[in-house]
């Protein structure tokens, strides 16, 4: 019976390292454990075991784990142990040990791959463990040895170098197939004849015999240039072979590539490829252009690393990913600031590409620089000129404009400190500094130097505004006189030596500068150069471009706000004034009354007298209504000859009417003087009271229209609203009725105002424009019927209907006139339907109407009221079709708007266009000229609507204006007659 695989333990001290592990396997218990005895009473080393009984048990705990030495019986139940070596495949050392003597076994056992052979009656302690050791170091010796010999032979194999190995006779001990190769061999004996009759070859064989240095020589063979190397070995020498016909290609190419380089524009820096990491390649060659861009000369940086015009600015992410793609050897396209041999610095556009040997080991990075400094500062000036538009388009404060337009122009002029001084009265004040302004600078005109009074002795700055033109002093301390008192002495103490100051003239002629630029020089003794002169006066119309758009700016907030002929107040500030009363009055306890008034007469008079005559006369009756009412009290003009009124009180209503009902007629009762005439009006006041009769205002202008009706009816000037005499609301209930069924009927159409391009006066495009043609009633205005759909919510069918015509009939056109637009509008309410874009899309898809020939229209109510306008105009923008603001200036918006929101084009409001008179004060065309500017420098097409006069339209032609529309060239026409101007 087999008997089971024992273990025994080690018989060192459990505090000592673990030792040699030894796997016994033999089939007598005894001797194992004689082994062991023997093994343990070892000098200087200790030993852990394990013993098999039988061949299959060692096997299997050799495959567990590869003992340090293995102790094999010959003799085994289950095999011998030669067969047991041939199982083991030499996995570890091996001792073989048999009871008796046999050459012939000890022979076998070493050739099967043990490493020594003992007799077991001869074993003794003195040497058991010392033969272990030695026969684990045999083994590591021989694995060792085989390892090497299998590396040498693959490598000299695998190695694009020939080697051959010489006796002193010049025969061939060895060679390697790439010997073979390169020498086109077929006998591998002798070296072929062509090569030992070689001079270079004979002379260098002899003078390696004597042990003298041989360089290496190069031959041809054939098409091939070889590179022979004789060395000196112990028993003969060594021949090795290299191919360097593509080096000496390469030399060659280089020579001809060094004499461009040397010849080159930009500059080139060749560099060692390694290392790339810190502290970098070194340079080994520079052409003249590298010593002209850097004024280093090629004795001051070969040997040292191009990092060195790296310096405190240049920007790290840009170097680490220089060093990241040359670490992966990759080329390298990056612009990058460097600093010269001076410490100045200068702005390079460098690429790098790795060059490589024959054997495609990169050797070396070929770096070309190009001088792109001017061109950086050519972008840094256009990056801030747009900062400055942008800036001015969303109407940021005016410091911060003009320390963007300082440091624009530090970056043009860098050796100048740059300040803005701004205009109020006869006080120049400092607004802003670039960022070259000296600490010490920014103090001084901090507590006090920064305010200037024009006049005599005040100094540059205040000249150039007073005289409209550039100042220059050269040197502030050889001429102290043309400064302020103590400039010259500040100056000079910081080292500013010069002052130029230019002016900022207004485009208008005869209004007063905006202030100055005042650049003070590090250097003396010196005016601007031409250049530098340039770039200062265009600094300043920068400047004062955007200061003419802030002004103008204000004042279409002005307009917005107020009527532009009586000044009062207009509809959009009247609400403002009436919600925030509305919010107050619970808590202090007042009463407000809302009215609307109507002048009785007034057509009449504007028919007979003409429409001057009737602007007149309501700017009179503006007055009266100022004079008439208390401060505390708001009047407003909602258009036409309706003004609103907001009386607060907190007496009876009664006794309020009636105080009411007094100042009307004293407003009244004197006449007015029109042309020369005197005119009688009177109004019609109908009054709406909190809260009897509402507590929004939708709900109180409603009432107060009622009543005004009712007053109007009665011929009573004044009449507070009754609910139930409300014969108003029925005849809206009609109309409203009436407009449900004007699709069903048919009643809508579509007139098209044709839209002209500025300048040659050639048909582009036109604006749909609805009408209703009503059963009864006729032409309905679209003034009239237009809100009652917006308020009914009827705007979004019809507003469907409409896209869909215009579509229609827009694919019918561009048959003839490819190029044709179309406008049409989209309402507030429409943007608040979901489907709105699906609305879009599905008309321009069933009609076939080409996306680029539609422009939507909105207006600034949908940009300030609708939550996802932005979001709605960028899908439609998805589209494909146009979008332009329409009636841009009548809201609340500015032209921020115009840089948030993805529009294509905008349309100046008419109510702008009827101030452009050859006798206005300008102020009209001072708005429309910034808005035109600002609109153009932000790519947007300008379409300018409401031209009715020749002076209008050529007007905005002289402004570079894109688009006109307006009666002067065609009233909206019906489909036919639009028809007969297409070719």
């Not at 290392?275 to 001051?300: I, W």
């Not at 919010?583 to 504007?606: S, Y």
């Not at 000037?717 to 449900?740: C, F, I, K, M, N």
Request: hydrophobic share 40%.
């Amino acid at each position: 019976m087999t008997s089971p695989a024992r273990v025994a333990l080690p018989l060192e001290s459990p505090l000592e390292p673990a030792g040699l592990s030894i796997l016994i396997v033999d089939d007598t218990p005894e001797d194992a454990e004689h082994y062991i005895r023997l093994l343990g009473q070892a000098p200087g080393v200790s030993f852990t075991f394990r013993h098999a009984e039988l061949g299959e048990d060692g096997l299997r705990l050799l495959q567990e784990q590869v003992p340090d030495c293995l102790l094999l019986d010959y003799h085994l139940p289950d095999m011998t142990g030669l067969e047991f070596l041939r199982e083991m495949r030499g996995r570890c050392p091996v001792i073989l040990l048999t009871g008796m003597g046999d050459e012939a076994i000890a022979v076998a056992a070493l050739q099967a791959g043990a490493q020594d052979y003992l007799v077991k009656s001869q074993i003794v302690a003195q040497t058991f463990g010392r033969a272990v050791q030695r026969a684990q170091e045999k083994f590591l010796l021989e694995r060792a040895l085989d390892l090497a010999h299998t590396r040498m032979s693959a490598l000299l194999s695998s190695v694009r170098e020939g080697m051959v190995a010489l006796s002193p006779d010049l025969t061939v001990l060895y060679h390697n197939p790439a010997a073979r190769v390169l020498l086109h061999w077929e006998n591998g004996e002798r070296l072929p004849a062509w090569v030992t009759d070689l001079p270079v070859f004979r002379s260098g064989v002899q003078d390696v015999m004597r042990d003298e240095p041989v360089p290496p020589a190069e031959v041809r063979c054939g098409d091939t240039w070889l590179e022979l190397q004789l060395q000196r070995q112990t028993e003969g020498l060594t021949l090795t072979l290299r191919d360097v016909t593509q080096r000496r290609l390469e030399v060659e190419r280089l020579r001809l590539l060094e004499s461009v380089a040397v010849t080159a524009r930009e500059a080139v820096v060749i560099a060692e490829a390694n290392p790339t990491l810190d502290p970098g390649p070194k340079v080994v060659y520079v052409n003249r252009a590298f010593t002209r861009m850097t004024g280093y000369a090629p004795e001051d940086i070969v040997g040292l690393t191009p990092r060195i015009l790296q310096g405190p600015l240049s920007d790290r992410r840009t170097l680490d990913r220089v060093r990241d793609r040359l670490a992966r050897w990759q080329t390298v396209d990056e612009t990058l600031l460097n600093y010269d041999k001076s410490g100045r610095p200068f702005w390079v556009h460098l690429s790098i590409t790795p060059v490589a040997d024959e054997t495609g080991w990169y050797t070396h990075w070929v770096s070309v620089q190009r001088d792109v400094t001017e061109e950086r500062r050519q972008q840094e000036r256009e990056r801030l000129r747009r900062e400055v538009l942008e800036m001015a388009a969303e109407f940021r404060p005016v410091p911060d404009i003009l320390d963007a337009v300082c440091r624009k122009l530090e970056i043009s002029l860098p050796e100048v400190v740059t300040t803005a001084w701004l205009r109020s009265g006869e006080t120049l004040t400092l607004a802003a500094s670039g960022n070259a302004a000296p600490s010490d600078l920014r103090e001084a005109l901090r507590r006090g130097a920064g305010v200037v009074v024009i006049g005599e002795g005040q100094g540059a700055t205040a000249r150039a505004v007073q005289e409209r033109t550039l100042v220059v002093v050269e040197d502030v301390q050889a001429t102290p006189g043309e400064l302020r008192s103590g400039a010259a002495g500040l100056l000079g103490e910081l080292g500013l030596h010069g002052v130029w100051s230019v002016p900022i003239l207004s485009a208008q002629p005869g209004r007063e500068p905006f202030g100055a630029l005042t650049v003070f020089t590090w250097q003396s003794r010196r005016p601007p150069t031409p250049e530098e002169l340039t770039v200062l006066q265009d600094a300043a119309s920068l400047a004062a471009l955007i200061l003419e758009s802030m002004t103008a700016h204000q004042e279409v907030q002005r307009q917005a706000l107020y009527d532009s002929l009586t000044g009062l107040p207009n509809r959009s500030l009247f609400l403002e004034h009436l919600q925030r009363q509305l919010n107050e009055t619970p808590r202090h306890r007042q009463r407000v009354a809302v009215g609307l008034m109507d002048l009785n007469r007034f057509k009449t008079i504007n028919d007979t007298l003409g429409h001057s005559a009737g602007d007149a006369l309501l700017v009179q009756v503006a007055e009266r209504l100022r004079a008439t009412f208390r401060p505390s009290d708001i009047v407003a003009r909602m258009g036409g000859d309706e003004f609103t009124l907001m009386l607060p009180f907190t007496s009876d209503v009664e006794r309020f009417r009636q105080g009411i009902e007094a100042r009307l007629r004293e407003c009244f009762t004197a006449p007015f003087v029109v042309q020369g005439q005197q005119v009688f009006v009177t109004g019609s006041l109908g009054l709406a009271i909190t809260p009897d009769h509402g507590h929004d205002r939708e709900q109180l202008l409603s009432a107060a229209d009622v009543a005004m009706y009712a007053a109007k009816r009665t011929n009573q000037g004044l009449q507070v609203y009754d609910p139930s005499g409300d014969a108003h609301d029925a005849s809206q209930v009609t109309l409203e009725s009436d407009l449900y069924r004007a699709l069903e009927r048919g009643e809508l159409e579509l007139h098209y105002q044709p839209i002209y391009r500025a300048g040659r006066r050639e048909l582009v495009g036109a604006e749909a424009l609805i009408r209703w043609n009503h059963a009864r009633c006729g032409m309905i205005s679209p003034a009239k019927f237009i809100p009652l759909a917006e308020s009914t919510g009827l705007i979004v069918p019809i507003g469907r209907w409409v896209l869909r015509e215009a579509c229609r009939q827009l694919v019918r056109w561009r048959e003839r006139a490819p190029h044709l637009t179309l406008s049409v509008n989209l309402s507030a309410r429409q943007f608040w339907q979901p489907e709105l874009v699906r609305t879009v899309q599905d008309a321009m898809r069933d009609m076939g109407a080409p996306p680029e020939g539609l422009v939507l229209e909105i207006t600034e109510s949908v940009l300030m009221d609708v939550p996802d306008a932005q979001q709605t105009l960028t899908r439609l923008k998805g589209l494909g079709v146009r979008l332009s603001l329409d009636d841009f200036g009548t809201g609340y918006s500015s032209l921020s708007y115009l840089h948030r929101f993805p529009l294509d084009a905008l349309k100046i409001d008419r109510s702008f266009v009827i101030g452009v008179r050859p006798e206005s004060d300008g102020t009209a065309e001072t708005i429309i000229r910034s808005v035109m500017v600002m609109a153009h420098s932000l790519n947007l097409s300008v379409t300018t609507e409401g031209i009715e006069t020749e002076h209008q339209a050529r007007f905005i032609e002289d402004l570079n204006g894109d688009l006109l529309q307006g009666f002067l060239l065609s009233r909206p026409l019906p489909v036919a007659a639009f028809g007969a101007l297409l070719p």
